[in-house]
């Protein structure tokens, strides 16, 4: 792989700032104006949004002008929110819905992506040097399903993905009170962040010179800061009411919420199967997928599907970093980080009521993965593919510029993207069964 210089090097960063700052203003998704909703409400305090006691705990209804919504983010994502809204208010008391408030949204998920940019090129140096390091710095900040899902869409995936790298990072040199604040930050951002958890975990445990001691310090810094972004809520009353608003993400009623895995095949299959009496076959199996909800999922007759996805994912996580564990006992780090992003693209791929952005955090772990072991570089930019093609079907470039008509390809692009994602998802578990097999019988001088 060519390797660019350093005038190069700076060159394609200054590039991808350069389109992250022209889309700052883009509209972005539907999810652009929660965030502008809850930063709204987040300036007038954020312990009462999701409401305040009650039996059972009453729902916080949060209002900007003639929306009215509920919070299921944990409070983190609020906090950073609460910022964003307080410097806006200073220059626009108002707080009118403009570009600029757009902006000022995107512009928090710019920084945070700097700063994950900067967190995987340390990352990679730490583990095989400079050199590396640049690659994968590169393959994240120019990688367009980041470019997309961030600076155009406005997804806040970055912002979780900078404290679960720092955890990444500490861990790397046995630092276990860093390491477990770092994930109890991401945590309190966004729930996803529990994937990285054992992952972080694997990686103190092997990086400690006492990993008894790093891992118990770990655990004691990453309960005290969990502990301390929940006890305002729980003084003033508010901690039933924030683990009920969290909770509904674990309740939303879609077997797949727009992402290309296989319960949208599933869905596919089902809508098109019972839509052929009233639509004729060919109709039926070639109009837009649409989402399908649990609840109607079982009463057509069929096992409830949550089970069933906690159990693939926990099979498939335990199977990779079972295999990653073995080998990183050799002295290689790389098939642990390898192993997280196989995991992500898992829970992606077979859990339920999983979003179109929920592939993010594969990118960054990818991008070191590939950096140091090329066995890892078609399945990086296979994935990449993937998620940008996700998000443009659906979405495009937000509301201004509008996604392609996805039965342009007669059957729904999007589900002939989901099968060509198990396509990639196998090829991910050979190499990933791969790169374990060997490292595993590697000499210790030999692994990186």
């Known amino acids: 792989m060519t390797v660019p210089g350093a005038q190069a090097f700076r060159l394609l960063l200054f590039t991808g700032l350069v389109l992250r700052i022209v889309a700052l203003p883009l509209e972005g998704t539907g999810d ?3 965030w502008k909703t809850w930063s709204y409400a987040a300036t007038n305090g954020i312990l009462e949004m999701y409401g305040v006691g009650g039996t059972p705990p009453v729902r916080g209804i949060v209002e900007w002008g003639e929306v009215r919504t509920t919070v299921d983010y944990p409070p983190g994502t609020l906090a950073g929110l609460a910022i964003v809204g307080h410097l806006y208010r200073a220059i626009e008391p108002a707080y009118a819905d403009t570009r600029q408030l757009t902006a000022a949204i995107k512009l928090s998920i710019l920084l945070m992506d700097v700063l994950a940019c900067a967190l995987v090129w340390r990352l990679t140096g730490d583990i095989a040097g400079n050199t590396a390091a640049r690659v994968a710095a590169l393959y994240y900040w120019l990688n367009p399903a980041i470019l997309l899902g961030g600076a155009f869409l406005g997804y806040l995936d970055a912002w979780m993905a900078v404290p679960i790298l720092a955890a990444l990072v500490a861990a790397r040199s046995g630092a276990g009170v860093l390491c477990g604040a770092a994930l109890a930050a991401a945590l309190l951002v966004k729930l996803q962040a529990v994937f990285a958890v054992p992952l972080a975990a694997l990686l103190l445990w092997h990086g400690s010179r ?3 001691r790093a891992t118990a310090t770990a655990a004691a810094a990453f309960l005290a800061v969990a502990a301390l972004g929940l006890l305002p809520f729980a003084l003033h009353g508010a901690l039933p009411n924030l683990v009920q608003g969290v909770g509904a ?3 939303h009623d879609m077997l797949s919420g727009n992402a290309a895995n296989a319960w949208w095949i599933i869905t ?12 004729g076959a060919w109709a039926a199996w070639t109009m837009p997928t649409r989402i399908l909800g649990v609840r109607r999922f079982v009463e057509l007759g069929y096992p409830n599907p949550r089970p069933i996805g906690t159990a693939l994912l926990a099979a498939a ?6 295999r990653a564990h073995l080998a990183a006992r050799r002295g290689s780090l790389v098939p642990l980080i390898g192993a997280g992003a196989f995991t992500i693209q898992a829970y992606f791929m077979l859990s339920v009521q999983v979003h179109e952005n929920h592939l993010y955090l594969a990118i960054p772990l990818l991008a070191v993965a590939a950096a140091l072991d090329p066995r890892y570089r078609g ?6 593919l993937v998620m940008t093609l996700n998000l443009a079907l ?6 201004d510029v509008p996604p392609p008509a996805r039965t342009a390809t007669v059957l729904d692009s999007t589900v002939l993207l989901s099968f060509a994602h198990l396509a990639v998802f196998a090829w991910h578990s050979r190499v990933l069964a791969r790169v374990t097999r060997d490292l595993a019988f590697m000499p210790h001088s030999s692994a990186v």
């Open 32 to 34: 652009v104006h929660v």
């Open 210 to 212: 006492v990993p008894v």
């Open 249 to 251: 993400l674990l309740r």
């Open 268 to 279: 596919w299959f089902l809508r098109a199967w019972y839509a052929v009496p009233d639509l």
């Open 317 to 322: 996580a335990l199977w990779a970093y079972y």
């Open 379 to 384: 399945v990086a930019a296979a994935i990449s």
């Open 394 to 399: 659906f979405y495009g470039l937000g509301g």
